[in-house]
């Protein structure tokens, strides 16, 4: 069975690398004292993940697991007048979008990897709308779905 774990634990860092920003999963990040830290940041939602646990023709265990990332601009805390907006949210989603980007020279894979011990992964974009329209909000969002396609590395 492949457990989501390190999945999770993959995901979080890759988004944190290609952002420069904080990634929490499923919540506000946290400082170091366990204090939320503002925005800019990313919040990582694991969503559905379904297996399919080897059959007689195939003994590689699989599973798709799907991820939501939620990308949270916000006013610049040294500036009291400063609000959250659609750019900063976009900068940080096409940022994200990355997860998925290929090389550029057409060779296969990806050209950031997302190492899971003992997991080979597929992914793609699932694109989901988002965000909000109003200007007077102090946070903006923008979001994207990931769909990774997971497979065992068979041993031996």
């Not at 699932?126 to 990774?148: Q, Y």
Request: glycine share 8%.
């Amino acid at each position: 069975m492949i457990d989501r774990r390190p999945v999770t634990a993959s995901l979080q860092a890759l988004l944190a690398t290609l952002t420069g920003r904080p990634v929490g999963v499923r919540s506000v990040p946290l400082d170091d004292l366990g204090r939320p830290l503002p925005p800019p940041y990313t919040i990582l939602d694991p969503l559905d993940h379904t297996i399919d646990d080897q059959t007689l023709a195939d003994r590689h265990t699989t599973a798709v697991s799907n991820y939501q990332a939620t990308f949270v601009s916000g006013p610049n805390p040294a500036d009291p007048n400063s609000r959250g907006g659609d750019e900063q949210a976009q900068w940080l989603a096409d940022k994200g979008r990355k997860v998925i980007e290929r090389p550029a020279d057409g060779s296969p894979g990806y050209r950031h990897p997302l190492t899971i011990p003992g997991i080979n992964c597929w992914r793609r974009e699932a694109n989901e709308v988002g965000g909000t329209p109003d200007p007077e909000d102090g946070i903006i969002t923008s979001v994207i779905r990931f769909r990774l396609f997971l497979e065992e590395q068979p041993t031996g």
